[in-house]
């Protein structure tokens, strides 16, 4: 299994999806299985319940997920707070760190309002609060880091297979 790991905005899902396809496997979000768990957005949850609740409902979907061993999985951007997650992440499969700066995430996310640790008056300074408290996380959890930045979707997907080493399979046309 592939796991991707990152704050919020750094392409885990599309890159995901793209990877999955790409390596014709299957492709599980995280926060959509945890939705479907809960039956309503996590930003309402995570409103009515908390984070300590939310977090309690994320792990037990991420040790279901990583027992079911999908192809590529896109976790949560908190994913890693918790050390059992870590450990589970590490041990289900191959995590991949996309690693994407403040100022990037910023770009991409400034008209996102479903991502509830972001709905916050300076957006900026709490992205830059989550990269410092998560970044060695994601280091401490991770096999590969792959730097976002700006390219395309199709780079980051070709990054991962590079650092990978995984040959997809040949396109049929």
Do not use: W
Request: aromatic share 4%; proline share 7%.
């Amino acid at each position: 299994m592939i796991i991707l790991i990152g704050l919020p905005g750094s392409g885990k899902s599309t890159v995901g999806r793209h990877l999955s396809r790409r390596l014709q496997q299957p492709f599980v979000d995280s926060d959509q299985a945890i939705e479907a768990r809960l039956g309503c957005p996590i930003r309402e949850f995570f409103e009515r319940e908390g984070e300590a609740r939310f977090r309690d409902i994320e792990e037990e979907v991420i040790a279901q997920l990583c027992a079911d061993a999908p192809g590529v999985m896109a976790t949560g951007g908190g994913a890693v707070l918790r050390q059992t997650n870590r450990a589970l992440l590490r041990g289900a499969g191959t995590v991949v760190y996309l690693q994407s700066q403040p100022e990037d995430l910023m770009r991409r996310l400034r008209h996102d309002r479903k991502r509830p640790l972001l709905q916050v008056a300076d957006p900026m300074a709490r992205l830059r609060e989550l990269f410092e408290q998560r970044d060695p996380l994601y280091r401490e959890t991770a096999h590969h880091i792959v730097e976002t930045g700006r390219p395309s979707v199709s780079n980051l997907v070709q990054s991962i297979l590079a650092q990978l080493q995984i040959t997809p399979p040949p396109r049929l046309n």
